[in-house]
């Protein structure tokens, strides 16, 4: 009876088509159904739950972003006037106008962007290429030793930088191998051969940077100690770096290798043409935390470059100088005490956001490798 | 240092990879032996010594330690205090990344935005960023008290206010106010803990992606909810990476510039004294790194050991 009831009607029937009727539950039924059940209504708050909530969450990440920039256009007259919070009433371009043309000591804005931007892009190529490097040797080889190796790799990581920050820079500061320069101190020094080809290529670097103490090498006020620890991947957070090309390189199949090895090319040959193309996302996204690191390291740079250098600027040099006339004149024309405490702090936040500029370009061209490498790394291994 | 054999040919596969291996690790090594061990124990030798006026340097012992640790009436205390900040910070830290690594692992609307976003603290939070806050703070609470309106001082107190109600709620339901002091702390340092979460953000979406869809396939093949699949799937399956993801976030609390304590040895005077009260507090991190992963191994599922 009920297969009768139920079975399909046909309206009409032709060569190529067929109208049938089924006896449905009605629309308004079918969507009751669908939509007022418990699992439905509680995926559909999630889902609502799950998106405030990264709407939240990014708010919270990108409000210093928007304050920065608002605040960065404040004149004086906005710190005086009380109805003055987030929005200037008085824009004006002044905080980059000091900053940009108006530092104290003569310190120029542009020259420091620019050095930092090349330390930063030369730090990031080799500590890549090095971490690259040192990471696939642990990877894929299997040698006596390469377990204390890499804990040690490890325990570079953990040191805190207070902890060597002084021996650090005595070590550049007195750089000798072993004595050798104690040795050669006897003829070679006053006319060191090597340095001084190098004072003739980087002669605004190394111009008076560069001291020979009696029986070592001042290194610092030079990037010779960057080069020298990025080389050697010890520089900042390398540990990291050489920790995810190392879980990058394990999860890269041996056959790939082993078949490279069959068709007669050696390991180095293997390494350049078939694993470093193979690991180019990878090899970005560390550039990426290299470059960015590197752009707002304070701890190194502090390190090595005194700030009393005036031959090379770099981006903290900007944050620690004050701003020359534009920030008395408008103490002098004007606001209170606080409020010129409120402009000098305006000038601060408006070079933060100069700073930061650069990176959030950067940032945005390769963010998508950033997540991809990572994931694609399968960083678990 | 295993000297690579002088005979290539004679020399096995296993032998030549070997040297290889040693190869690829050489410029590392050579960091170690010229820069590095030199430098940790110049670092620990002056610990030892304290300099004299005219620069000759006297061997005092444990004087500095000594000095570090019951001479100096802050030391102790900023330690002590830091590391009950960590106990704040580091599980709100973990779980809060685990949390967004779940919710940016699934089909979100806009997720490769939100993704972009959550990434920028990991490019801008670091130490010159930090003193660049440091010196505009004074501008950034102007501007903060836009966000409660023309009445501050009311709103803040009332914000203040509703904090209190919910602790004393907490107390009065005998919840233990440990829990509440914990909460409260987590919501008042939101904003520090959301940008310090990005690396262990990726490391755990990372592990996440590395489940194999097949298992949770068949999970609801068996009738598994969502919830369950969670607890015995999802959590099990990245504990690895979550006990990475916990010793990172710890190396990281205890090593950036802005940690308090790392700001108070910065602040003292004396180096030699500076450098003891660094390897005591490295000595610190190190105990708290092992008594970690001690504490989690118990936890941990490894899905295969030999990989």
Redesign the interface.
């Known amino acids: 009876m009920d297969n009768q009831v139920n079975a399909p009607k046909v309206l009409k029937e032709s060569k190529n088509k067929i109208t049938v009727d089924f006896e449905r539950t009605s629309l308004a039924t079918r969507l009751k159904l669908k939509y007022l059940n418990i699992s439905y209504v509680a995926g559909l708050i999630w ?1 609502i739950f ?2 405030l ?2 709407l939240g ?2 708010y ?3 409000y ?1 972003f928007f ?1 920065k920039i ?2 960065s256009f404040m004149s004086g007259e906005d ?1 005086v006037d009380v109805t003055v ?2 929005i200037p009433k008085y824009p004006t371009l002044d905080t980059y106008k000091s900053i940009m043309f108006d530092l104290k000591n003569d310190v120029n804005f542009f020259e420091a962007l620019i050095h930092s931007a090349f330390l930063s892009l030369g730090v990031a190529l080799l500590q890549t290429f ?1 971490c690259c ?2 990471g ?3 990877a ?7 377990k204390i ?1 890499f804990a ?2 490890l325990f ?9 920050q ?3 820079q ?2 550049f500061k007195h750089f000798d ?1 072993f004595g050798i320069c104690k040795l050669l101190s006897g003829q070679v020094i006053p006319s060191f051969a090597p340095l001084v080809t190098l004072q003739e290529m980087y002669p605004t670097t190394l111009g008076t940077g560069l001291l020979l103490y009696g029986d070592s090498i001042n290194l610092t006020n030079s990037p010779i100690p960057f080069i ?2 990025s ?4 520089g900042f957070k390398n540990g ?1 770096y ?1 920790y995810m090309m190392r879980q990058f390189f ?1 999860g890269v199949p041996d056959e790939l290798e082993e078949s490279a090895y069959i068709d007669g090319y050696g ?1 180095f040959k293997t ?1 350049m043409f078939i694993v470093i193309p193979l690991s180019v996302p990878m090899m970005i996204t560390i550039f ?2 290299s470059f ?2 590197q ?5 190194y740079t502090t390190t090595f470059w005194s700030s009393s250098s005036e031959t090379f600027e770099l ?2 040099d900007i ?1 620690n100088t004050g701003i020359g006339t534009m920030y008395a004149n408008t103490s002098a024309s004007g606001p209170a005490g606080p409020a010129a ?2 402009y000098n ?2 000038v ?2 408006t ?2 956001l100069l ?2 500029i650069p ?2 370009i950067v ?2 061209f390769c ?1 998508r490798y ?2 991809e490498g ?2 694609r ?5 | 240092m295993s000297k690579a054999p002088k005979r290539r040919r004679a020399a096995s596969l296993d032998k030549r990879k070997a040297m290889g291996g040693w190869l690829f690790v050489i410029p590392f090594v050579i960091g170690l032996i010229f820069i590095y061990f030199p430098v940790i124990y110049d670092s620990f030798r002056s610990t030892f010594i304290q300099v004299a006026k005219d620069k000759q340097e006297i061997f005092v012992g444990i004087e500095n330690y000594q000095e570090a640790l019951f001479t100096d009436p802050n030391f102790v205390t900023n330690l002590i205090s830091g590391l009950k900040d960590m106990v704040v910070d580091i599980p709100s830290i973990v779980i809060f990344s685990l949390f967004i690594a779940v919710i940016l692992n699934q089909k979100v609307l806009g997720r490769a935005v939100f993704r972009a976003i959550f990434f920028i603290p990991v490019i801008c939070a670091t130490g010159l960023m930090d003193s660049v806050e440091e010196s505009a703070s004074s501008l950034n609470d102007y501007m903060g008290d836009q966000s409660q309106g023309i009445n501050t001082g009311e709103m803040d107190d009332g914000f203040s206010m509703s904090i209190d109600k919910i602790t004393s709620l907490f107390e009065s339901m005998q919840i233990g106010s440990g829990i509440a002091e914990f909460v409260v702390g987590a919501v008042n340092r939101v904003s520090g803990i959301i940008d310090r979460c990005g690396v262990q953000m990726l490391i755990l979406l990372a592990a996440l992606q590395s489940i194999s869809p097949a298992i949770y396939e068949s999970c609801s093949i068996d009738g598994a909810t969502t919830w369950e699949t969670f607890w015995k799937i999802t959590l099990p399956m990245i504990s690895p990476m979550i006990l990475v993801a916990t010793v990172y976030t710890v190396i990281d609390a205890f090593t950036s510039k802005n940690s308090s304590v790392m700001k108070y040895i910065d602040s003292v005077e004396q180096v030699n004294v500076q450098t003891a009260m660094a390897w005591i507090y490295f000595s610190v991190i190190i105990v708290l790194v092992i008594v970690v992963v001690i504490a989690m191994r118990a936890y941990v599922f490894y899905q295969r050991r030999d990989s």
């Open positions: 889902r799950r998106f909530l990264l969450v990014s919270v990440i990108l210093p304050s608002t605040g710190f919070k987030l090095t490097v040192i696939y040797g642990f894929k080889f299997k040698f006596k030793g390469s190796l040690i790799v570079t990581m953990i040191v805190p930088h207070g902890t060597i002084v021996a650090l005595t070590h191998i020298l620890l080389l050697t991947g010890l990291l050489i394990k390991i390494f990426l935390f960015s690191w752009w707002t390291d304070e701890f981006l903290p944050i405490a409120l702090a305006a601060q936040n070079k933060g700073i930061i990176l959030l940032y945005l963010q950033l997540v990572i994931e790394s399968g960083l678990v291994g």
